[in-house]
């Protein structure tokens, strides 16, 4: 690496590191007078509020890298034009993609960076943290049904289809605390939809150790090939069913806003679904393919930056981050509708996701290519 690309790296890692923590602190801070006092009246321990607030550092990283990246572009740039050094550079024959090109790696090492969370630690994290919030809730509830006090009955009836494995869930109370149900029915038919088997339970949980449910005092119908029922003898124990293996997370994912639920639990829940056309399926799609196009922004950011920057050695600095800005904000209103039009099934998943980086990037390559 040249004495050159060495210094604009250093002077950018500075304004970016600075940046990208007073963003996650803001957040963390918001948050906090969010949850703190709901922890502090569950009686939390600190140890437990301290794990939650950590994990929620992860889940900020792809919402804030593209936000602090562009602000630190526009920062550096902007100081190296106030102290005449851009001026200088060009003078000395450098093009605009010469000077500026360490930065076009760090925003390709920042993409790679956050594939990698996305992929990996902001799932782990997201489903972690949700847990510790449900389980002090729930141990606090617990305490005060057994003092005497109300508790909250988060019950709900739940319906879910795999469609995969030709499979419908009803289940008349279920509670996502316990991960048990009262009043199960479960339809399992072959790929042309006829009845194969039916089972019909007073209670099921899922057993997260034979990774399956079990159901206890029901009874399980069985289909012939003309479609006659043939009961089988009740049971009033535990019936352990290895064929029934959806997890409640992913049963319960319908249930939460898809921007809510980690990657993995968003493609639990396509799996089950297979080819249903639904728009209730079509915005999950969305966003997953969403989470993947994400990483590509901080490209779209560096090349929406550097043009309008170095325009400054002509016209006012500020114009052109103004403009650089504007633009910026452009591409997430793109994002926006195409995500709408996405979950309305007028775009394709892919198509929804993918079209504002493509759209963007062919409009920051263009500006480069001018500026240059």
């Known amino acids: 690496m040249l004495l050159l690309d060495r210094y604009v790296l250093r002077e950018w890692l500075k304004v970016f590191g600075m940046t990208l923590a007073a963003l996650v602190g803001l957040l963390l801070i918001g948050r906090m007078f969010g949850d703190v006092p709901d922890f502090m009246g569950w009686g939390a321990s600190a140890w437990l509020m301290l794990e939650y607030f950590v994990l929620q550092i992860p889940s900020y990283l792809p919402l804030v890298l593209p936000v602090a990246l562009l602000i630190s572009v526009l920062f550096i740039l902007g100081f190296f034009h106030r102290n005449q050094e851009l001026t200088a550079m060009r003078a000395a024959g450098m093009s605009i993609f010469r000077i500026t090109r360490v930065l076009w790696a760090a925003g390709a090492a920042l993409a790679v960076l956050l594939f990698f969370l996305n992929a990996t630690i902001v ?22 049904q057994g003092q005497g006090g109300p508790a909250k009955d988060d019950s709900r009836t739940l319906t879910y289809a795999n469609n995969m494995a030709h499979r419908m869930w009803y289940i008349g109370r279920f ?44 009874r399980e119908i069985i289909y012939d090939a003309a479609q006659s029922a043939v009961a089988q003898p009740p049971f009033a124990g535990e019936k352990v069913l290895p064929e029934l293996t959806e997890q409640p997370r992913v049963m319960l994912a319908l249930t939460k806003k898809p921007t809510h639920l980690s990657i993995n639990e968003i493609k639990g829940v396509l799996n089950d679904a297979g080819d249903d056309p639904s728009a209730t399926i079509a915005a999950y799609a969305v966003q997953y393919h969403y989470v993947l196009a994400s990483p590509f922004c901080c490209l779209i950011v560096i090349g929406l930056a550097i ?6 050695v002509r016209v006012n600095p500020m114009i052109g981050v103004s403009k650089s800005i504007v633009l910026f904000a452009l591409y ?14 007028h775009l394709s998943p892919m198509m929804a996701a993918w079209l504002p980086n493509l759209a963007m990037f062919v409009l920051a390559v263009w500006l480069c290519r001018r500026v240059n």
């Open 123 to 144: 799932p782990w994290a997201t489903e972690r943290a949700r847990f510790l919030f449900e389980t002090a809730e729930f141990a606090h509830l617990t305490q005060a």
């Open 307 to 312: 043009p309008f920057a170095v325009s400054g």
């Open 175 to 218: 509670s996502g605390y316990t991960g048990q149900g009262l009043g199960v029915s479960v339809y399992q038919s072959d790929a042309q939809d006829r009845l194969q088997r039916v089972w019909l339970a007073n209670f099921g949980a899922y057993d997260a150790q034979r990774g399956c449910w079990v159901l206890r005092d029901g």
């Open 332 to 345: 997430y209103l793109l994002t926006n509708l195409c995500s709408l039009l996405g979950a309305q099934q």
